[in-house]
């Protein structure tokens, strides 16, 4: 395996500075090499400053923070709105941040999943993040069906990890009319694999469907254009890619087509009607045309300071510059595997995650032939390497953009290279 060339970091240094990055006491790293973003991002420097700010107004103004300052917290969630947007390729109408991401999801599915008739599918992928696969399920028993029948879930082909595109559209046509809701992660949180996603959105609406999409490993990680696009609807959380801290608030996404529809069924409450009416306390339920009219209750402030914190530090970055950096990181860490997949007895390992740059986001899930408990357990103890298992044989890798290293990565597969041989 190649040495570690620390000109790749000076040149490509990333924002790393704007981060806490946990410590490590063994020699001869000061720092873990980071790689869990995609479950919990690191801590923004900037963070703890925004949150004591909010916490010093409420000892000082009590009720008064409401509606005074700079962001009176009442309408403190519409600072959140443009940045959000620019995330996801939204207008800024069509998010709001509220809510966790499973909650999210099925305040959408109440009002864009209406089985009737013939159309009572859902479409998902099998390999999915159990609480969407809960969800779903419960989605369909919710309206008296049984999830078995009413629940169509894609599995890759035998033999292959990731889904084939053309299998999941093809699987949409099949069902046709039967189809009411097609919903998929955008990223993967298993394999790391990022979905077509206007091949799909289009598949779903030329069957007469909505497509929703749940951007937990997209948001942060890979451009999207939601709005171009036409996707219907799309939830996220924020603690993955978006640095939020642990059980941050949730996104959601509306296309303007839908909201703007204000007779549309929705889970309702004080906050989803409009700033005229909200206050007047009589039971006009006004919605205005925006994902505003989706919230149910008033904002969380605290929860959402470090949101606000972190979704500017992506305005500064921006996407684009992001992107480029996170396919440099991503690659040289593939590079690095390869040698040592090479290096190592056969079918030690191997990358799940597809290589084509279209296909993936930051993260590389490896399959080993050991035990990854305690293959990630040594990587954690012995080399400051954060890594997560997903049973039974992945360790996924999430060099993050933001602030991964050259030298996480380099570290990564060193150990690795060690361990295996
Ligand atoms: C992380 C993740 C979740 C977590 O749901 P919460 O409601 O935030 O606890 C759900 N779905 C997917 C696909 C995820 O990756």
Redesign the pocket.
Known sequence: MRAYDPALDTADPGWRDDFYIPPFTGDPFTEVAYFAGNSLGLQPRATRDAVTVELERWAQMGVEGQLTGPRPWKDYHEALRDPAARLVGALPHETVTMN????NLHVLMATFYRPEGRRTKIIMEDI??P??GYAMASQARWHGLDPAEHVIRLRPRDGEDVLRTDDVTAAIRASGDEVAVVVF?AVN?LTGEWMDMPAITDAGHAVGAIVGW?L??AAGNVPMQLHDWGVDWAAW?S??YINSGP?GL?GAFIHERHARDTSLPRLAGWWGTSTETRFRMDDTFDPPPTADAWQMSNPPIFSMTPVQVSLEIFDRVGMPALRERSLRLTAYLRSLLEEVTAESPAGAMSIVTPAEDARHGCQLSVRFQADIHHLAEILRDEDGVIADTRNPDIIRFAPVPLYSSYLDCWRAAEALKRHLA
Request: proline fraction near 0%; hydrophobic fraction near 35%; aromatic fraction near 16%.
């Open positions: 966790s991401l499973t909650v999915v993040f609480s969407d992660s949180y749940d937990a490993h959380c603690y993955k059980g949730a």
